[in-house]
């Protein structure tokens, strides 16, 4: 699924990385616990979450996760954006909550890691 | 070559540094893309434990022509079972901790599953020692 199609089902804004709306995501997957992000064997995911800090984006660097959704309105800082912007990643915020977000994708055909 | 760093308890705005900069290097040098993946997954964990359980300590890495080995080292509370604190879902995370989106107790079992191998020494109330060598000829396990 592109990244702009994800935008526009969960009425999300781009706020990183916004060149890569034409990108293609394979699968997705929800959580706000980064040591599940780190037990990912999977690339070209998408994570939605609603963990917003540095910490989510290190996290992602290192678990090789490029597309980050973010639920419930929280807003990406700039030191978030800095490090995203370094490691060429997507970044979107939605004010939807987690059910609704993965609701709205999952009933898309977003597929699901497992 | 041989690299340093240091780690603050608590501090987890430099948490993954020191895995950030190890990532650049092993791709430099051009090793298998799913091993570094796995090199710097584990040695994040391993910060992050440094970070959200211990008082300080240090990350070296040393890079060989086959293999990398890492060493960290904390002064902290140390690990009274270590088997115990290997098993999936233990952990004695504090609720900061917990904000911060870690304490799931599958930091040490992840790290196990990453490297090809890993030794913990720890001592009550002086601190642990965790040691992770991966080498890059063997395909992931
Ligand atoms: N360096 C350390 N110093 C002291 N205790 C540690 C250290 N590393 C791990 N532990 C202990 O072992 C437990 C399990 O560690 P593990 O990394 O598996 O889980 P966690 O850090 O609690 O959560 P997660 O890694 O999933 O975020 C910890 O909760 C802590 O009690
Ligand atoms: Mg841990």
């Keep these: 699924m592109k990244i ?27 959580s706000d616990l980064m040591s599940d992000v780190l037990t990912l064997d999977c690339g070209n995911v998408l994570l939605v979450t609603g963990l917003c800090n540095l910490q989510t984006i290190r996290t992602a660097e290192m678990a090789e996760v490029s597309y980050i959704l973010f639920v419930r309105g929280k807003k990406v800082t700039s030191d978030m954006l ?5 490691n060429n990643m997507v970044l979107m915020e939605t004010d ?16 699901p890691i497992y | ?38 090199v ?17 300590g240090t990350v070296v890495a040393k890079l060989d022509a086959d293999k990398i ?35 799931a107790g599958m930091g040490l079992p992840n790290m196990k599953k990453n490297v090809d191998e890993l030794t913990i020494e ?3 109330d002086v601190g642990t020692t965790v040691r992770m060598v991966t080498w890059f000829n063997k395909k992931g396990a």
């Design chain 2, 69 to 103: 080995s890492l060493e960290l080292k904390d002064e902290g509370p140390g690990i009274p079972d270590i088997p115990l604190a290997m098993s999936e879902g233990y952990s004695t995370a504090s609720e900061a901790v917990r904000e911060m989106g870690f304490g």
């Design chain 1, 4 to 30: 702009q199609r994800i935008q526009e089902l969960t009425d999300a804004s781009i706020v990183c990385g916004s060149e890569k709306r034409e990108n293609d995501v394979q699968c997705a997957f929800a």
């Design chain 2, 1 to 38: 070559m041989l690299f340093k760093f240091e780690l603050e308890g608590g501090n987890f705005s430099k948490v993954g540094y020191a895995s950030s900069q190890i990532k650049k290097v092993l791709k430099q040098l051009a090793i298998d893309p799913r091993i570094i993946k796995r």
């Design chain 2, 40 to 56: 710097v997954v584990a040695l994040y964990e391993a910060e992050v434990n440094v970070v959200a359980h211990a008082w300080r």
């Design chain 2, 122 to 124: 720890s001592q009550v």
């Design chain 1, 96 to 111: 939807h909550s987690m059910y609704h977000t993965v609701g709205e994708l999952y009933s898309a055909g977003l597929l």
């Design chain 1, 82 to 86: 800095e490090l995203a912007h370094e």
